[in-house]
């Protein structure tokens, strides 16, 4: 495998605000990326120095062992967290535009069946719904035939329909080769779409692995949760307090089990489930909703 | 060249699809022009002005009695007196040094007047002047038309890139391959055809039926208008280079271009105005525009008359773009 872009003591800070501080890792061609982080992580400055449109305070950007360029542009697609689209135009119009910007662009035509376009593509941007100008702001990063593609939570306020459909896509776009870095809130879509995982906090890398290791490095067994009705004190093998409920991990489920029996506390509202991504976040950063 | 004109036509259709902008600046400076046309067409058709220069010693118990008529004597140079039948402010002229009576054989009134006149002036000679009237709205319009100029280039040029700027379609452009000095022209390209066409659209289509006087010659007309479009674009460029507020953006145009409205001339001659606020006056590109234009239009200037403004517009074009070019980011 061979890495396609990499960072190296990436670094970048308004003011005093240390948003970047010191992040360094590499993408190999051809995976989808995540980058996850709660609120003010660091994640779109990241992703912005990664595209070139923000120049790091510190640090090194390379995309196939060079430093990025202008010609890295013409190589790269790109989806905004917050973009405005030309006004007064039409999809079909704006998608013109863009395919007239790069020197080898994808036809119009599969551009609007990648991306299911057909019904909207004659109407004007101001006019799409949320996911439909997620799908057509997706059609605008994959004109250039892209070799790397850059997507900052592209499925942020959509219907769960919508979100599924919109994977449906970025799996195609992965199954042209295409390397795809992702942004997203959504745990469970870093680990449908994901081969490769990094959490990142306060502009510092927490992990970097794939959904797997990271899984069994963190967790082992089953997650136990129970409402501790009060019962703070309580003190079981592997059982953390968070909020009104006491959790447990094991890897032995059945002596779990008959501890919380003999504890006595009311089994009412006891769950057992499989840890997953959601819960590696909350471990890692403490909350999944700090702003 | 793909990209430019594709960009260019994107930004055209932004604005002719922008219903609301579109009819603001064809319709708002047709609606001014008519409208001043209207409140300045004083209506003296019922009096005849008759300029008397020398003494009127011969015409006693004279048509000169009769009500409709109004003497105006004058005891200025003669040929000062002659520009004003020639441009109507008078209808006809009675010289008693020379012993001969004037009439401009362009204006409506020569016929009447000679008629009430024959018995009484039969000692007189006839000369005859011609010229078209000059009214306040023939030299209202191409005050009009520059402040139309100055509004549209300064808002869709200045105004509009420090909006994307703010919304993010720079950012987006700025991901593409698509160079900045390609991007920025491409709005100027566009905003220039757009300023033209609706210039030249006002011009023609009030002058249907308001008629203005042009003694000078079209196409100097137009090159002048060229080149002021050029240097108000490139002003507004200088607005655009940074700003990211749009508050901000249209609080600095408006601080310069409502003094650039009232001290260019557009609405009042300068002239008598004080000498510090004539020489104020010249910063703005506006003034030399009109000041050009009226020339152009109302003297007949040639294009060695106007060169002055040519130059004077060429360079501030040049002066704008470097400073725009210097301060310009994308964010
Ligand atoms: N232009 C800016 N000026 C000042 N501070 C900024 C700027 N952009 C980002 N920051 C700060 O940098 C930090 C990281 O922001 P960033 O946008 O990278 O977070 P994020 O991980 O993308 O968050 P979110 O999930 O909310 O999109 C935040 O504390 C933010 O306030
Ligand atoms: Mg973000």
């Known amino acids: 495998m061979n890495t396609i872009m990499q960072i190296e003591n990436l670094k970048k800070n308004y003011g005093s605000v240390q948003a970047v501080d010191g992040l360094s890792f590499s993408i190999e061609e051809g995976i989808c990326f995540g980058l996850l982080g709660p609120n003010g992580a660091g994640k779109t400055t990241t992703i912005e120095m990664m595209e070139g449109i923000l120049a790091p305070s510190e640090g090194q950007v390379s995309f196939r062992g060079k430093k990025i360029d202008n010609h890295f542009k013409k190589k790269v697609g790109i989806q905004f967290q917050n973009t405005a689209l030309p006004e007064f135009i039409t999809v079909k119009e704006t998608l013109e535009?863009?395919?007239?910007?790069?020197?080898?662009?994808?036809?119009l035509d599969e551009v609007i069946e990648i991306c299911s376009l057909s019904d909207i593509i004659d109407r004007d941007n101001r006019k799409l719904s949320g996911g439909q100008r997620q799908r057509m702001l997706l059609g605008l990063a994959i004109i250039?035939?892209?070799?790397?593609?850059?997507l900052d939570e592209p499925t942020t306020g959509l219907d769960p329909q919508a979100r599924r459909n919109f994977w449906e896509l970025i799996k195609r776009i992965?199954?042209?080769?295409?390397t795809v870095l992702l942004t997203t809130h959504y745990m469970e879509e870093a680990e449908i779409l994901c081969d490769q995982i990094a959490i990142m906090d306060h502009g510092k890398l927490l992990e970097i692995d794939t959904p797997e290791t990271l899984l069994e490095n963190h967790f082992d067994g089953a997650l136990v949760k129970i409402p501790h009705g009060g019962r703070t004190d309580l003190k079981l093998d592997g059982g953390v307090?968070?909020?009104?409920?006491?959790?447990?991990?094991?890897?032995?489920?059945d002596r779990t089990m008959r501890d919380l029996l003999s504890s006595q506390l009311n089994l009412e509202g006891l769950s057992i489930k499989k840890p997953n991504m959601e819960d590696l976040f909350l471990k890692l950063t403490g909350s999944s909703l700090r702003s | 060249m793909k990209k430019f004109t594709a960009l260019v036509y994107a930004r055209t259709m932004e604005f002719v699809r922008d219903k609301g902008t579109f009819f603001w600046n064809l319709l708002f400076p047709v609606v001014l022009v008519v409208g001043f046309s209207f409140a300045f067409s004083g209506n003296d058709e019922t009096m005849f002005k008759v300029g008397i220069v020398g003494n009127n010693?011969?015409?006693?118990?004279?048509?000169?009695?009769?009500?409709?008529?109004?003497?105006?004597?004058?005891?200025?140079?003669?040929?000062?007196?002659?520009?004003?039948?020639?441009?109507?402010?008078?209808?006809?002229?009675?010289?008693?040094?020379?012993?001969?009576?004037?009439?401009?054989?362009?204006?409506?009134s020569t016929e009447v007047l000679r008629s009430l006149g024959r018995s009484d002036l039969q000692n007189f000679n006839e000369q005859e002047i011609s010229g078209e009237a000059i009214r306040y709205v023939d030299w209202l319009v191409p005050g009009i038309i520059g402040m139309n100029m100055l509004f549209s280039c300064m808002f869709g040029v200045g105004f509009v890139i420090v909006?994307?700027?703010?919304?993010?379609?720079?950012?987006?452009?700025?991901?593409?391959?698509?160079?900045?000095?390609?991007?920025?022209?491409?709005?100027m390209v566009s905003r220039f055809v757009i300023v033209l066409l609706t210039s030249i659209l006002v011009f023609a289509g009030t002058n249907l039926f308001l008629h203005f006087?042009?003694?000078?010659?079209?196409?100097?007309?137009i090159l002048l208008t060229i080149m002021a479009i050029l240097s108000m674009i490139s002003l507004g460029l200088i607005f655009a280079a940074r700003l990211k507020s749009e508050e901000l953006a249209s609080g600095l145009m408006n601080l310069i271009t409502f003094p650039m409205m009232i001290f260019s001339g557009v609405f009042f001659s300068l002239e008598g105005t004080p000498g510090i606020m004539q020489n104020a006056s010249k910063i703005f590109p506006l003034t030399h525009f009109i000041e050009g234009a009226r020339a152009v239009m109302i003297d007949g200037a040639g294009f060695t008359d106007v060169?002055?403004?040519?130059?004077?517009?060429?360079?501030?074009?040049?002066?704008?773009l470097l400073i725009s070019s210097v301060f310009f980011r994308w964010e």
């Open chain 2, 57 to 108: 010693t011969q015409l006693e118990d004279s048509f000169l009695d009769l009500k409709a008529i109004e003497l105006i004597e004058y005891d200025e140079n003669p040929a000062l007196v002659l520009e004003k039948l020639r441009r109507h402010q008078i209808d006809m002229i009675i010289d008693f040094k020379k012993q001969s009576y004037y009439l401009n054989s362009e204006s409506s």
């Open chain 1, 97 to 107: 535009l863009f395919r007239s910007l790069y020197p080898d662009p994808r036809s």
């Open chain 1, 174 to 178: 992965k199954a042209e080769k295409t």
């Open chain 2, 307 to 320: 060169l002055p403004q040519f130059l004077v517009l060429g360079g501030m074009t040049v002066l704008f």
């Open chain 1, 241 to 253: 307090l968070s909020g009104d409920f006491l959790e447990i991990t094991t890897n032995n489920l």
């Open chain 2, 163 to 187: 909006r994307y700027r703010k919304n993010g379609v720079l950012k987006r452009m700025k991901a593409t391959p698509v160079s900045p000095f390609t991007f920025i022209t491409a709005q």
């Open chain 2, 213 to 221: 006087v042009v003694n000078g010659s079209y196409l100097l007309l």
């Open chain 1, 144 to 150: 250039p035939h892209p070799e790397i593609i850059f």
